[in-house]
C-alpha cells in the first residue's frame, strides 16, 4: 500500500512539475554543444527575466542579448527560457542562412494565441503559417496602401509631422519617442481608414482594476499591448501554463473585453469614413470578409506605426550623441535638402542624394533595432542548425540584436559608425579580415530576409528619411546628458526607456 501510494505521489509529482523537469532535461541536453549557449543560472519560474532583472534596471532590458553576441560571437544558437518554456534563438549569420533555407518547407510562422498580438489579432496576415492563401492576402493588401510607390504619401507624412511638432514648445524636457508615435499613428490611421479620421476622438477602456478610462486611439491600443504584455507576464499564468490556455488564469477578463471593443470601435471608425481611398474601403468594396479585412489592416496598423516611432527617436538620438556624425549629417542635409520644395518628385529626388544620412539610418537600424526578435517561427519536424538538433514544434525566433552585435562580423559593434555601410570604408569589412573581407550579408536584418520579411521596409525608410531630414532642417535639439552618459540605453520596441529631447530653437 505504503509503495502504490508513494508511486502515486512520484506520477503526481512529475505530472504537476512535467514543464519543469523538461526544462532541466533540455539544459542537460544542450550544454553538449559548444555553439549553443544559455544562461549558467536558470530560473523555471521566471525564466529569462531572471536575467533581466539580475542585470539591474540601468541595463536596457535586453542588452544580454547584444551582450552574449559580443562575448561569444561563436554561438550559433541561444536557447531561453519563458518560464519553463524554450526559446530557440538564431543567434549567427551562418545561423541565419540555414534558418532561412528551411523556411516555410520545414520552419514556418508560428502564431502564439496566448501572448500579445496574437490574442488581439488571431488568424491575420503575420501569425497564419505560409500558404498560397497567405500570400494572396497579404499581398493584396500591400498592393493597395502601394507599397512599392510610397512616394504619393510624402504630403501625408509631412502634414502629420507638422500637425505634432506644432505643439512642442522651446526648452522643455519632452518625451520624443512619444511624440513620434502620435505622428506615425496619425500618418498610419489616414492611409488605412481614411484622412477624415478624427484621431483625437476618445474611447472607452476598461482598466486591469475595472475602471473604465477614456482615451484616444492611440492611447488604446498602447494601453492595450502594454496590458497584455503584463497579464502574459503574470507568474500565476507562469506556473500553471494548463489552466492560464484553459483561460481559467486570465487574471485581465478586461482585456479580453477591451479587444472585443476595439473591434467595434475600428469597424464604426471604417464605415464612417468618406475616404475612398483608404486601404479598408478599397478592400472591402472588391473583397470577402470584412472581419478578415480589419483583421490584416490592424496587424499593418501595429507593425506599421510602433516599431517606426522606435526607430525615429533612436536616430536622433543617436546623431546628437555621436558630434562627429551630427557635423557630418547636418552638413548634407543643409546642402540636398530643402524644406519648402513643394514637389514630390523633387523631395524623393532630395533624399535620394543625401546618402550619409541613409548610412545614418541604417546603422541606427543595427545599433537599436526596434525588432530585438523576429516573430515567432515553429519547426514543422526535426530540423538541424549549424549541427544543433532543433526538435519538431519547437519555438524559434531570429535575434536580431544578436546578428547586429556579433564580434566576428562587426568592428567595435557597440560604437555608432554609419561608415560601417560605406563600401569603400574598412567598416564595410569583418574585424579580423585587415579590410579584405565583406561582412556576411545576413549579419544585418533589421527587417528579415525570408519569405515572411517585413513588406513594409520601402515605406518605413521614407518615412524615417523624410521625417529626420525635415526635422533637422527645422529644430535645433538637445538630449539629456543623463541619457548620454548612459551606454547600456536602447530605444527598442519593449525597452524600459523612452528617448528625451529639448528643442532649442528653429533654423
Ligand atoms: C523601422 C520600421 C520597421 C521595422 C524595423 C520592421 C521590422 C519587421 C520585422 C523584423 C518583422 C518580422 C519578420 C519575420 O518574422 O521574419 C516584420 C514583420 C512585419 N512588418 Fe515590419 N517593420 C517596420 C515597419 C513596418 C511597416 C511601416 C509596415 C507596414 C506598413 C510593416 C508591416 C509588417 C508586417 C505586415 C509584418 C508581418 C509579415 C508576415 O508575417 O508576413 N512593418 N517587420
Known sequence: MEVLLSLTLIFGVCIVFKNWIAAFIIRWKYSKYSNVYMSPSFSPIQGERAVIKAQGKQKYRFWHLMEVAMKKPDCDIRIVFSGTKPLFLIYSAQACKEFF???????DRHSNHLKHFGRMNKGAIDQIKSSPMWKSRRDKIMKVIGINFSTKFIPLILDSFHEISATWRENQWFNITNQMKKVMFSVTTKILFGKDIPVENAYTYITSCGDTIHITLEEYFSKLIEDLEKSSALIKNRLCPYLSKAGLTTSNKACEQNIENLWEILLKICQSSEDQDSVFKHRTNV????????MDIITVYIAGYDPTSHALAS??????????VFTKVMKEVKSNYDRNEKSIDAKRKMLDSCEYLDMTIKESLRHSNPAFFSLGYKSLDEISICGVTIPKGATIFQCLHALHYNSNEWINPMEFIPERFDPDSH???TPSSNGTKQRSRYSYNPFSTNLRRCPGKN????ELKLIVAEFLSKFNYTISPEQISNKYLRFSLRSQFSCIISITGTI
Open 101 to 107: 533555407k528551411l523556411v516555410p518547407t520545414r520552419i
Open 287 to 294: 473583397c470577402y470578409d470584412k472581419k478578415i479585412v480589419l
Open 315 to 324: 536616430i536622433l538620438f543617436n546623431i546628437k550623441a555621436n558630434e562627429r
Open 427 to 429: 567598416y564595410f569589412t
Open 459 to 462: 515605406l518605413a525608410m521614407l
